[in-house]
């Protein structure tokens, strides 16, 4: 009886050993072979097209507004499968402002989006910066800047408010866009956040980095525009 024992604790033994050391070879395998520059896809690495991945971003959209939505890659199986690596699809630069989280309202997950945002969806150096990075290292198909309606930030430049701090480096940051659109018809608020989605768009082409993805058909930029009142968002330019 004892001796049975003490040949199952052997066998036991020997059988952790060899799990534990094919565990600790791929890990370091996967140290070893590891580069800053290039991170190690992750099981759920995308091979979709510019185009392709932004349909997929409007279909999760249309899931939001339709109250349809399926909340993928929301679980603990997602997060174990990204914790090491990420490979996101998309890349959005949004308004910082809470009433519009992105992987709630295009219906995404854990590791599907590359987020950056700020107040007025400004294309600052840190965000085009930012954005160069999840697009060139990461592998973004698509960047989506995104602003909405009644924006804040907007409104404070439309009015010409006078604002304390680093707030009126934002509102710097989008008169160009006011003062182009305060000709044109219609509500001076919206036309004004339409225009600043486009020059955001417009700056983030200009990067040399991001414009050689677009020329080498690997990268969309687009600008879309989030109704608060339906959840919807409308595209509104996109190269």
């Given at each position: 009886?004892?001796?049975?024992?003490?040949?199952?604790?052997?066998?036991?033994?020997?059988?952790?050993?060899?799990?534990?050391?094919?565990?600790?070879?791929?890990?370091?395998?996967?140290?070893?072979?590891?580069?800053?520059?290039?991170?190690?896809?992750?099981?759920?690495r995308?091979?979709?097209?510019?185009?392709?991945?932004?349909?997929k971003?409007?279909?999760?959209?249309?899931?939001?507004?339709?109250?349809?939505?399926?909340?993928?890659?929301?679980d603990?199986?997602?997060?174990?499968?990204?914790?090491e690596?990420?490979?996101?699809f998309?890349?959005?630069?949004?308004?910082?402002?809470?009433?519009?989280?992105?992987?709630?309202?295009?219906?995404?997950?854990?590791g599907?989006?590359?987020?950056?945002?700020?107040?007025?969806?400004?294309?600052?150096?840190?965000?085009?910066?930012?954005?160069?990075?999840?697009?060139l290292?990461?592998g973004a198909?698509?960047?989506?800047?995104?602003?909405?309606?009644?924006c804040?930030?907007?409104?404070?430049?439309?009015?010409?408010?006078?604002?304390?701090?680093?707030?009126?480096?934002?509102?710097?940051?989008?008169?160009?866009?006011?003062?182009?659109?305060?000709?044109q018809?219609?509500?001076?608020?919206?036309?004004?956040?339409?225009?600043?989605?486009?020059?955001?768009?417009?700056?983030?082409?200009?990067?040399?980095?991001?414009?050689?993805?677009?020329?080498?058909?690997?990268?969309?930029?687009?600008?879309?525009?989030?109704?608060?009142?339906?959840?919807?968002v409308?595209?509104?330019s996109?190269?």
């Amino acid at each position: 009886m004892n001796q049975n024992h003490r040949q199952f604790n052997l066998s036991r033994r020997n059988s952790l050993k060899i799990v534990t050391g094919a565990i600790g070879t791929g890990i370091l395998a996967a140290c070893t072979g590891a580069d800053l520059g290039a991170p190690e896809p992750t099981i759920s690495r995308n091979d979709l097209t510019p185009d392709a991945a932004l349909q997929k971003l409007m279909d999760g959209n249309q899931r939001f507004a339709d109250k349809k939505r399926l909340n993928p890659n929301q679980d603990l199986v997602r997060l174990t499968e990204v914790a090491e690596s990420q490979k996101p699809f998309a890349a959005i630069l949004g308004c910082a402002d809470s009433r519009f989280p992105s992987e709630i309202i295009f219906d995404q997950g854990l590791g599907d989006l590359f987020v950056c945002r700020v107040a007025g969806n400004v294309a600052t150096p840190e965000e085009i910066g930012s954005l160069e990075f999840g697009t060139l290292v990461l592998g973004a198909k698509v960047v989506v800047v995104v602003g909405h309606k009644r924006c804040g930030a907007v409104s404070a430049t439309v009015k010409g408010a006078q604002v304390p701090g680093q707030i009126g480096s934002l509102l710097d940051a989008i008169k160009p866009a006011v003062e182009s659109s305060k000709n044109q018809a219609g509500d001076k608020l919206e036309n004004a956040s339409k225009a600043n989605v486009v020059l955001q768009a417009n700056r983030l082409k200009a990067s040399p980095v991001i414009s050689k993805l677009i020329e080498d058909n690997k990268l969309k930029v687009v600008g879309g525009y989030y109704d608060l009142d339906t959840g919807r968002v409308s595209i509104l330019s996109e190269s």
